[in-house]
């Protein structure tokens, strides 16, 4: 590779990384294309085949699948997870819950209780809230993985129809880690920089069905870490049915092959869409 290949690669990886570091949904996906430029590029320039081109571009796309088969394969999860009352983290370990639980009370929603769950060494904390007018529930999470030392946090709002249908708006950074359940509707989106911007996509969400006020149900606030509990219940029994889980061990659950193949893919869409 000469000197202005060297440095047109050089570009294209510095035009990627400069893009990626702006929090805009385009620039990040233009940032994500100049990556697999990139590359691209590279092994074309090292080989002069568009062959050895076209494997580094997919070699991003296999990179999940090995973390899979390698990692999430081997994990064990209690098929019942309990949700239980915990105490609020410090400041230090989630900076953000204070000024999270600052917004949702300026738009109108009261604090419930602060719970949480550990599943397969993911430790979940949930801070649970209600608004009794507009019927919803809505919770701020922290997931902290305690072996791999990855911490995210996310913001979801949900209202339940009387007809048993749920509908979800989230934040959720990743693809989803199981099958919903049927009715569970999820309007994920990743790209919201506040509160309000959160509850006016939820409103045009359930607009979209059809749904108004009269078509929920109330919100009960002192019953919600146990309708959580049951959710979770709920959707672990429905990937055990249709195979993206599998029995392991006493009372365990472990990612079947199908299971695995699920995710890869889910993952794979959440790569193009960014």
Same mark, same amino acid.
């Not at 600052?102 to 109108?108: F, L, T, W």
């Given at each position: 590779?000469?000197?202005?290949?060297?440095?047109?690669?050089? *570009?294209?990886?510095?035009?990627?990384?400069?893009?990626?570091?702006? /929090?805009?949904?385009?620039? %990040?996906?233009?940032?994500?294309?100049?990556?697999?430029?990139?590359?691209?590029?590279?092994?074309?320039?090292?080989?002069?085949?568009?062959?050895?081109?076209?494997?580094?571009?997919? %070699?991003?796309?296999?990179? !999940?699948?090995?973390? &899979?088969?390698?990692?999430?394969?081997?994990?064990?999860?209690?098929? $019942?997870?309990?949700?239980?009352?915990?105490?609020?983290?410090?400041?230090?370990?989630?900076?953000?819950?204070?000024?999270?639980?600052? /917004?949702?009370?300026?738009?109108?929603?009261?604090?419930?209780?602060?719970?949480?769950?550990?599943?397969?060494?993911? /430790?979940?904390?949930?801070? %649970?809230? *209600?608004?009794?007018?507009?019927?919803?529930?809505?919770?701020?999470?922290?997931?902290?993985?305690?072996?791999?030392?990855?911490?995210?946090?996310?913001? @979801?709002?949900?209202?339940?129809? =009387?007809?048993?249908?749920?509908?979800?708006?989230?934040?959720? !950074?990743?693809?989803?880690?199981?099958?919903?359940?049927?009715?569970?509707?999820?309007?994920?989106?990743?790209?919201?920089?506040?509160?309000?911007?959160?509850?006016? @996509?939820?409103?045009?969400?359930?607009? *979209?069905?059809? =749904?108004?006020?009269?078509?929920?149900?109330?919100?009960? !606030?002192?019953?919600?870490?146990?309708?959580?509990? $049951?959710?979770?219940?709920?959707? &672990?029994?429905?990937?055990?049915?249709?195979?993206?889980?599998? !029995?392991?061990?006493?009372?365990?659950?472990?990612?079947? #092959?199908?299971?695995?193949?699920?995710? #890869?893919?889910?993952?794979?869409?959440?790569?193009?869409?960014?």
């Amino acid at each position: 590779m000469d000197l202005q290949k060297f440095l047109f690669l050089a *570009a294209a990886v510095v035009f990627g990384l400069a893009c990626r570091s702006f /929090d805009n949904r385009y620039l %990040l996906k233009l940032g994500w294309l100049s990556y697999l430029g990139a590359s691209y590029l590279a092994g074309f320039f090292l080989t002069g085949s568009h062959v050895a081109g076209a494997f580094g571009v997919s %070699l991003w796309f296999l990179l !999940p699948w090995v973390e &899979i088969v390698g990692y999430v394969r081997f994990l064990r999860f209690p098929e $019942r997870s309990e949700v239980k009352h915990r105490f609020a983290p410090s400041q230090e370990v989630f900076p953000e819950l204070e000024e999270l639980t600052e /917004d949702m009370i300026e738009e109108g929603f009261e604090k419930v209780e602060d719970t949480g769950w550990n599943w397969g060494g993911a /430790d979940h904390f949930v801070r %649970l809230f *209600a608004h009794e007018e507009r019927r919803a529930q809505a919770a701020i999470t922290q997931v902290r993985f305690e072996k791999i030392d990855i911490v995210f946090s996310y913001v @979801s709002v949900t209202s339940r129809a =009387l007809d048993g249908r749920i509908f979800t708006t989230t934040n959720y !950074p990743f693809a989803p880690a199981m099958r919903f359940v049927p009715g569970q509707i999820v309007n994920r989106e990743v790209h919201l920089d506040t509160l309000g911007e959160m509850m006016s @996509s939820h409103e045009d969400f359930l607009d *979209a069905h059809g =749904l108004g006020q009269e078509d929920l149900e109330e919100a009960d !606030p002192e019953n919600l870490a146990s309708v959580i509990e $049951r959710d979770l219940g709920a959707q &672990i029994e429905h990937n055990l049915k249709i195979g993206v889980l599998e !029995p392991a061990g006493e009372d365990g659950v472990r990612y079947s #092959w199908r299971g695995c193949f699920y995710l #890869w893919f889910e993952a794979v869409k959440d790569m193009v869409r960014v």
